[in-house]
DNA sequence: GAGCAGGACTCAGAAAATTCGCC
DNA sequence: AGGCGAATTTTCTGAGTCCTGCT
């Protein structure tokens, strides 16, 4: 990729090589500084945003690549077939050093062909299905692949088998969940340890290995749901009399349970910054009001003049006492959770028992958008069971609403993966209870997802030749795409769909860039053509970065921004939708997040090759890793704030390496005096001796490396977050290979929950793995 | 046949809960 | 050993993306 735009969030050019290992850090660092933590203001706003996004004349370029109805099936079709690929290709992946290998001939070639930019959508187009049929034959060819799949089928055959025969016998979830309790409580009587042992076993045993079973039918997400519906909030419990809430400095008021209740939940928050803001007391006044008997709105008058004082005492004071019970009481109510956990945590999916994400109901409380969202404050209403759909398969048993209520409806739909769903009464949109991400309806759609990204690389190189030849396109709308890809690749930002206004917090991504959100400036810092960005994304983030950009995008820019108020879309002729429909057919199933994992995934690859050096420690190597990672963070602009007590536990870090300095002093000057006692004497015992203090010594010296690594690692991870990226877009097989290749243990960098989320890849992927 | 709303799903940081590690 | 603060993990639910099906 000879001039391809790197995924450098600095865009300092070329990153690669193992010299300049603290780049990302010192460039993270900058932005930092730079970025504040403060969240940008947003009083400027679009006055007059509605010229841009309706004038979509269609381009007739576009229209000639849909002309060809045909095309647009097979490639259906095909994309189809895509997911069948991705299973295919899973006999081909333990011996993916091969696979390495057949992939950079397929990127090579493709290389070659595309040079005429208006043939080149229709090569692209071929490329995805070339794509496709590599896949496959590779599969097929590779002979230890075919080996182990046909043990994989064994396998895959038994498993089922025992499946199934453990179903028969177990019969329903709640025979099945009964017998488990009973387990339970004897290994609380008796010795926990080897108890401890039996239930690992078993869990072992339990493991679904779903990834080694044939992939079934696309839509159709599974053929056994059962499950006991969600587990709701519980219900409100009254205040004790002593308790009080005051209006206006009077004597006590005494509030409806309705009023009541939401009261408490403002006074909940009195300490929370929420409370201050003038859009959330109106907002919540206005909920609360309605909520309020005829008598209690006519005394109720004003905000200010309510004292929850009281109320938020009581609270805190529950808190504390809740954290300072004994140990056994503590005990008893873990105990209660667990049996929760137990009881409605876990459904039944085509055989095998699998674990829920969210089981819970939302509990009712005061809306908490983020950044400065125009609804925070309002009342987010108690979800009852006449809110909720239950999704379960026709034949199993129908989970039992709580006495007295009903389901809003049953259904059995086996194309969507959730197991209820409800309306939420903010925004007016569903919530759903879905399964952990342990579970193989979202382990399949990680791994597919990157294999879908694993696909762009072989196509990428072109897809970035054919986007800068779209600078120069004599069509506005194409240009638009053009650069705004650009950005997406170059920077990993998000598509940026359109939002509805006044709804949600005004945040942007690429396609809804403004022209305020962008600067730009022929020269700055000794750079020539900087374009500097400064928004807010996904979750009022701040996104803020300076960027040399090529030539031809600096023109384009300013050519998109003549003209333009601040407010008015950047990329007016541009849609996300236009976007992905574009990108769809370059190569199916992409979109635009996919460059954000592609991005994302390749660069944790690379900085690892660059970073990493065999003759390390584990701990050095950890620190490799976590810079590479870090790199990532960086690229994908996931922060944090600093934590608050950062300065302090550094302090106490510090102060810990110059004791183990002392420490180590003092442990050379005994292993030297040992030695002299063996010299003088020559017996085994002083020889003995002398050994003990040698590896003392040894000891020393360890611990005290790994306190160095872990200062550095702590100062430049300050205020970047590492578990967005290494959760939800770094393909967990380069990590798994990278472990494998350089003897580090899987824990070191994946806790449990991840080895659960990831078990797929840690299976699977042996030390060749290529991304 | 297009454009739009709504549905289903992924991704996101804050906050709560739990564990760790030190004295 | 046990208590305490810090670190890590888990939970929670809001905020995106993308696609489908309807008009």
């Known amino acids: 990729m000879p001039e391809g735009p790197r995924a450098s969030p600095g865009g300092e050019g070329e990153e690669t090589e193992g010299g300049k290992k603290h780049g990302w850090a010192e460039k993270a660092a900058k932005r930092q500084k730079e970025k504040g933590q403060e969240r940008k203001g947003e009083e400027t706003k679009k006055k007059k945003r509605e010229g841009g996004k309706v004038r979509h004349e269609k381009p007739p370029r576009f229209e000639s690549l849909k002309e060809e109805p045909e095309v647009e099936k097979t490639e259906e079709g095909e994309r189809r077939g895509g997911g069948k690929g991705v299973k295919e290709e899973e006999g081909g992946e333990p011996e993916s050093g091969g696979d390495g290998g057949i992939k950079e001939e397929r990127e090579g070639s493709g290389l070659g062909k595309s040079e005429s930019v208006e043939s080149d959508e229709k090569v692209k187009v071929e490329n995805g299905l070339e794509d496709e049929k590599d896949t496959k034959t590779k599969a097929k060819g590779a002979k230890p692949a075919k080996r182990r799949k046909a043990k994989e089928e064994n396998a895959r055959e038994e498993k089922s088998k025992k499946a199934s025969e453990k179903l028969e ?21 008796t010795k926990t340890g080897e108890n401890e042992k039996e239930k690992k076993k078993k869990e072992e045993e339990d493991k679904w290995k779903w990834w080694e079973e044939e992939k079934t039918e696309d839509k159709v997400k599974w053929k ?50 929420y409370t201050t803001k003038e859009i959330f007391q109106n907002n919540f006044f206005r909920d609360w009001k309605e909520e309020m008997t005829e008598k209690e709105q006519e005394i109720i008058q004003s905000l200010d003049k309510c004292d929850f004082k009281e109320i938020h ?98 259904r059995c739909d086996n194309t969507v993966t959730w197991l ?65 890809l650009y950005f997406i690749d170059k920077l990993a930002l998000r598509a940026g769909n359109e939002k509805e206004e006044g709804e949600t917090a005004d945040t942007v991504g690429c396609c809804s860039l403004r022209v305020e959100h962008i600067k730009l400036y022929p020269e700055l810092d000794g750079q020539e053509h900087m374009v500097e960005f400064d928004f807010l994304g996904k979750d009022s983030i701040r996104y803020y970065n300076k960027v040399p950009v090529e030539k031809p995008v600096f023109k384009n820019l300013k050519l998109f921004m003549q003209n333009k108020d601040p407010g008015d879309d950047l990329f007016d002729r541009l849609s996300t939708g236009s976007l992905n429909s574009y990108l769809q057919d370059l190569m199916p199933g992409l979109s635009a997040k996919v460059f954000r994992t592609y991005n994302a995934s390749i660069t944790l690859q690379e900085q690892l090759k660059a970073l990493t050096n065999p003759e390390d420690n584990v701990a050095a190597k950890l620190l ?65 001796a002398v050994e003990k203090k040698k590896k003392l010594l040894e000891k020393i010296k360890e611990q005290l490396e790994k306190l160095n690594v872990q200062v550095t690692d702590k100062e430049e991870n300050k205020q970047i977050a590492l578990g967005t990226s290494k959760l939800n877009y770094l393909d967990p097989r380069i990590s798994v290979a990278w472990c494998k290749k350089f003897g580090v243990p899987i824990e070191k960098i994946y806790n449990k929950t991840q080895r659960e989320k990831f078990a797929w890849a840690i299976d699977m992927a042996d030390e060749d793995f290529e991304f």
């Open 169 to 189: 016998k177990e019969g329903p979830a709640q025979k099945r969940k009964t017998t488990e309790e009973g387990d339970k409580k004897k290994s609380k009587k």
């Open 224 to 273: 056994q749901l059962e499950h006991k519906g969600p587990y709701f909030a519980p219900l409100y419990e009254p205040l004790p009399d002593n308790v009080k809430f005051y209006y206006d400095g009077k004597s006590p008021m005494k509030l409806s349970l309705a009023t009541e209740e939401i009261a408490t939940f403002y006074a909940k928050m009195l300490d929370h910054e």
């Open 313 to 410: 005492k009581y609270f805190v004071d529950k808190n504390e006492a809740r954290k300072a019970l004994p140990k056994e009481e503590k005990q008893k109510l873990k105990e209660e959770t667990d049996k929760i956990q137990e009881e409605y945590g876990y459904c039944i999916l085509d055989g095998h028992r699998e674990k829920i994400g969210n089981f819970k109901t939302e509990p009712p409380g005061l809306f908490r958008g983020r950044g400065n969202h125009p609804k925070m404050g309002m009342l987010k209403k108690r979800i009852m069971p006449e809110d909720v759909i239950i999704n379960c398969s026709k034949d199993s048993q129908i989970p039992v609403p709580p006495e007295g209520h009903k389901w809003k409806e049953v």
């Open 420 to 484: 209820a769903s409800w309306t939420e009464n903010i925004q007016n949109s569903l919530k759903y209870i879905m399964l952990n991400p342990s579970s193989k309806l979202k382990g399949e759609k990680d791994w597919q997802k990157y294999e879908v990204a694993r696909r762009l690389k072989g196509v990428v190189d072109k897809i970035r030749s054919q986007y800068r030849g779209d600078w120069k396109s004599r069509e506005m709308k194409t240009r638009q795409r053009a650069v705004a």
């Open 624 to 688: 490799a890793y976590n810079r590479a990672n870090r790199a990532v963070a960086v690229l994908c602009n996931h922060q944090r704030a600093t934590p608050k007590t950062f300065e302090k536990s550094m302090q106490a870090l510090q102060a810990k390496i110059d004791a183990k300095n002392q420490q180590l002093e003092e442990a050379q000057a005994e292993l030297k005096r040992a030695k002299a006692d063996h010299k003088a004497k020559k017996d085994v015992k002083s020889k003995e």
